[in-house]
Nanobody
């Protein structure tokens, strides 16, 4: 079984930075693809950034150039460094683990709130 625990959310002013962390239990992390998703009130959850076990990354157009996803396999942890934050980045951010090989189940964290406001 896998548990994902996010941390690092909070209130930040526009233009500021935050770093989210997601710690995973179990043995799936090293081979899994890890992603960050976000969901704003009244909107669907959408992918923000993904990193494969080999370190390849992918970003949504809305965060490209501002956010950086990384992983530390020794710590079973994935990070999301968020710079130049905008009010439209306000959302609950969720960590996602997709096992490899994929057997149809994703694992999710409980979410961490990020609020960008002056």
């Amino acid at each position: 079984q896998v548990q994902l625990v996010e941390s690092g959310g909070g209130l930040v002013q526009p233009g500021g930075s935050l770093r989210l962390s997601c710690a995973a239990s179990g043995t799936m992390f090293r081979t899994a693809a890890m992603s960050w998703y976000r969901q704003a009130p009244g909107k669907q959850r959408g992918m923000v950034a993904t990193i494969t076990s080999g370190g390849s990354t992918n970003y949504s157009d809305s965060v490209k150039g501002r956010f950086t996803i990384s992983r530390d396999n020794a710590k079973n942890t994935v990070y999301l460094q968020m710079n130049s934050l905008k009010p439209e980045d306000t959302a609950v951010y969720y960590c996602n683990l997709r096992p490899r090989p994929y057997y149809g189940r994703d694992y999710w964290g409980q979410g961490t709130q990020v609020t960008v406001s002056s």
